[in-house]
Structure formats: C-alpha cells, structure tokens
C-alpha cells in the first residue's frame, strides 16, 4: 500500500525515521529529529541560493518551467495580456479575483487620487547627483517614504495596510518619472488624473509645453501589456527579499525599498539594461558568431538569456516579441532587434544553449521596445520596479498573514576557527617580525 512518506535510515546509528510528505516536499523541520545522541542538534538540510526549498505556501503565480506556463491566481498570462489592463491585474493578484465593475472603479479611484507625492519627497529627490541612476534613487526615496507615513508601521491593521498599498502602487510610477525628469534636467510634470495608469506615467515622463498630454494609445497599451507581464513571478530574489525583509515586521516601504535593490542587481531586474549594453557592445549581426563565442568560453554572459525556472521559453518573452512589433509601427524598428533575433536564433541552434536549456527570459526583448518608446536605458530597471509593486505587496500580505511564518533566519554550516584565544597587538607584531624574517 503506497504512504505520502519518506523512510530515511540513519546509517550513523542504524535507526529508521519515517518523515510525512505533503504537496511533494518534506518539511527540513521533521529533518531534526535526526540525531545521533541525545545533544546532538540534529540534522539540517544545505541549500545555497534555494535550489530546492519551498520557503512559503502561495496562492498567488503558479509558473511549470519545463512547459514554459505562468498563471496569476490561475489565469493563464496569455489571456491577462490580451483582455486585462495593468490595475484590473494589480488588483486580482492583491485580492485573489478579477474585480466587478465596481470594485474595479474603486481600486482605479483609490489609485489615480494617491499619484501625487508630498513636496517634501520632490526636495529630497532634488538632492541627488545630477547623474544618479534613477534606480539609485527610486529604491532610496520609495525607502524614505517611509517617514512620511509613520502609521505604515500597523502591518496588522487591515485598513493600514489598504492605505499603503493605494500609496506605493500609485506614487511609484511618480517617484520613477520624477527621478528620470531629475537625471535629465527637466521640471517634474505632476500626474494628470484624467489619464490611465500607463497613460499619466507616460505625460509624468514626457510631456514638455503641451498643455494637455495625449498618449500615443498602441504606445500606452504596450506598456499596459509590459506591466501585467511584470507584475508578479513567485518566489524571485526580489519578492523572497520583499518576503524577508517583511518577515521582521518593518513597514511596507522599507520592505519595497529592499525588494527594489535586490531587482537592481543585472542577474535579475538589472538584466534589461545590461542586454541593451550588450547589443550595443556587439554592434552589428556579423558579430554575433564571435560574441556567442565568447558566451561559450565563459568569458561573458548572454544576458537576456537562462532562468532558474523556465528551462524552456519564457511564455513572458513571446508576448513581448509581438509586442515589439506593435510599438515599432508607431516608433520605426529599433535597428539593435536585428542583433537580438540574430543572436537568438543562432543560439537557439547552438548546443551549448540548448543542452543547458537556456532560452530568451522577459528581459531579453523588454529593452528594445522601452528603448524604441523613448526611455533611456537607466530606466529599465525602474521600469521593472513599477509593475512588481503590486507583486511584491501581495507576496507580503500572504506572508504576514500566514499562520505558519515567522521572522525569515536561515541557519548556516560552520567552518570557520574552533574556539582560540585574543592575541595582543604585541603577539601579533612579534609573529609578523617572524614572518617577514623567514621570508627573507
Ligand atoms: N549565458 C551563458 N551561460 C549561461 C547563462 C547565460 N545567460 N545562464 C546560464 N548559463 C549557464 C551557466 O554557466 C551554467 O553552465 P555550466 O552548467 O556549464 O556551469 C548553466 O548555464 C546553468 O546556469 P546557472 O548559473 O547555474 O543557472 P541559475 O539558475 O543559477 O541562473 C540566471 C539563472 C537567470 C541568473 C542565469 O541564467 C543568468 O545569469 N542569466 C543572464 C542574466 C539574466 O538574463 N537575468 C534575468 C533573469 S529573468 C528576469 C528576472 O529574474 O529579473
């Protein structure tokens, strides 16, 4: 008769452990019990960078990586990216269900009437560095934030935590223009309460003498699209980050100004911006034979390229590939495509890519169409930030109220020094005296 266990056999002392299996995965706790004498602490499981550890039950993206598939609380993201707008998705990955018509008005009303960010926010902004990385500056001001809401800190109240997610998913989009208008040198542009999500942060990051600024509709739905594919992805480094940092109970904005530098790094949300250097770098399509060249001797890496849960193509990267073609009818092909469906094709065919399974990721083509529409490549990350918001909140609402979570502390192996005594500045000398003698 078939059991939901795992019998393991201690072979240190012969003695047998029966540990349950739930939703295939044994929980490292019941690991513990696993000893060899009485003190012993027991044993642990090792896992570096989360191979293959579940650190939460979620009911928000489900992703099968072999079969390339991404749902939001089960909608395919195909269907998401074609009927739903970025604020009805927002909303369904938050609450758990699409919005009717009047749930949908409320959370847009909520949304549109917290755009604007107090003009002590804009000073501080005003403070940086003419050149700062307006990624740089989005996860600092999003982290100041913070002190302008101090009542953030009653992550228990329910009407609390309403408030700050209306704040952070309406005013990120504002703090990101504005740090884009800041490294340009223009005057910030309030947001414009007639215009959509996308439509007002597009007026909030280009609009010059016009009076009224009207969005470019296939431009603005681009983005739209852009959004909804970005706006969650399970457990990534930024959302596990936004998980850990919550787990301490801070205030959501310090949890999202964490989150926001964890997808700054080019392994993730930085990714965008390094794939636009890297076609810039490879220049033309004659040169890509020598560039994948250079990716199979380890020398660099194809940025855009491999993720650790998609071992096939990212169902994310087809949607933006069509979209791409949709903006470059308003904008003019963005000549660097050509580089970029060379290089996929020819790494496509190539072994290397294929025995390791590495396919186009969502940064692969996202670059090329914000580049096309007009946003430098600084901003690519940022671009990033904005969508994963919601993600983020609701990773962090699911964790704060999950029973089973605690304050997130790994454990660790120990190799470092038994216990040695404090050696004085003099020991220390004399011992360097010796060195440097012997040495001579
Ligand atoms: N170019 C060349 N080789 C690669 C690449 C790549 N982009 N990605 C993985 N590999 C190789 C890697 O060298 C290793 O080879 P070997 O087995 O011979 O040592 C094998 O493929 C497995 O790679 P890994 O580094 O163990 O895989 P990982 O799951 O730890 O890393 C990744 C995933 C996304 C960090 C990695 O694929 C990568 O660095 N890609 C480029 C950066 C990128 O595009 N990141 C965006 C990810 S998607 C959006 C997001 O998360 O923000």
């Known amino acids: 008769m078939s059991k939901d266990t795992l019998t393991i056999i201690d072979n240190r002392t012969g003695k047998q452990y029966e540990v349950p299996i739930e939703y295939e995965t044994i929980k490292a706790m019941d690991l513990r019990k696993i000893k060899v004498s009485d003190d012993d602490f027991g044993i642990m499981s090792y896992d570096p960078a989360f191979m293959n550890t579940a650190s939460c039950k979620s009911r928000v993206t489900f992703i099968d990586g072999d079969k390339g598939i991404l749902r939001y609380r089960g909608y ?73 809401y101090p009542e953030a800190k009653n992550i228990f109240d329910e009407e609390s ?138 020398e660099v890496r194809l940025m855009g390229f491999g993720h650790r849960v998609y071992k096939n193509y990212d ?17 003019g092909k963005n000549p660097v495509i050509d ?30 169409i914000y580049q096309a529409m007009g946003f430098p490549v600084d901003m690519f990350p940022v671009l990033f930030a904005i969508p994963r918001t919601s993600g983020w909140l609701a990773q962090w609402e699911e964790m704060l109220l999950d029973s089973e979570q605690k304050i997130a502390r790994p454990r660790q192996i120990y190799l470092g020094y038994d216990e040695r005594d404090y050696e004085s500045m003099e020991q220390r000398q004399e011992k360097e005296a010796k060195t440097a003698t012997a040495s001579d």
């Open 315 to 331: 169902p994310r990267a087809k949607i933006i590939k069509q979209v791409a073609h949709e903006v470059f009818e308003v904008t």
């Open 339 to 368: 580089i970029a469906l060379e290089l996929e094709r020819i790494a496509l065919e190539d072994d290397y890519f294929v025995s390791r399974k590495l396919y186009p990721n969502v940064d692969f083509y996202s670059g090329i």
């Open 76 to 148: 395919p993201i195909e269907q998401l990216a074609e009927q739903s707008t970025y604020l009805e998705v927002a909303y369904l990955i938050l609450h758990g269900e699409l919005p009717t018509p009047s749930q949908l008005q409320d959370w847009t009303w909520h949304i549109t009437h917290h755009t604007f960010i107090h003009e002590q926010i804009k000073k501080f902004m005003e403070g940086f560095h003419y050149n700062a990385h307006p990624m740089g500056m989005l996860i600092a001001t999003v982290g100041a934030l913070s002190t302008f």
């Open 161 to 298: 935590r309403r408030k700050q997610i209306y704040r952070l998913i309406a005013k990120i989009p504002t703090v990101a223009a504005f740090a884009y208008r800041h490294s340009v040198g223009q005057p910030y542009n309030y947001p414009d309460n007639d215009l959509t999500y996308t439509g007002n942060f597009l007026n909030m990051m280009f609009k010059m003498t016009e009076v009224k600024y009207q969005p470019n509709p296939t431009l603005e739905r681009a983005l739209d699209v852009l959004f909804i594919l970005h706006a969650d992805h399970e457990q990534n480094c930024s959302t596990n980050a936004m998980r850990s940092i919550g787990s301490s109970h801070v205030d959501p904005y310090s949890a999202v100004a964490g989150a926001a530098a964890a997808l700054y790094g080019p392994l993730h949300g930085g990714a965008n911006e390094a794939v636009l250097r890297m076609l810039a770098e490879i220049e033309s399509k004659d040169n890509v034979p020598a560039y994948i060249k250079r990716v199979k001797s380890g």
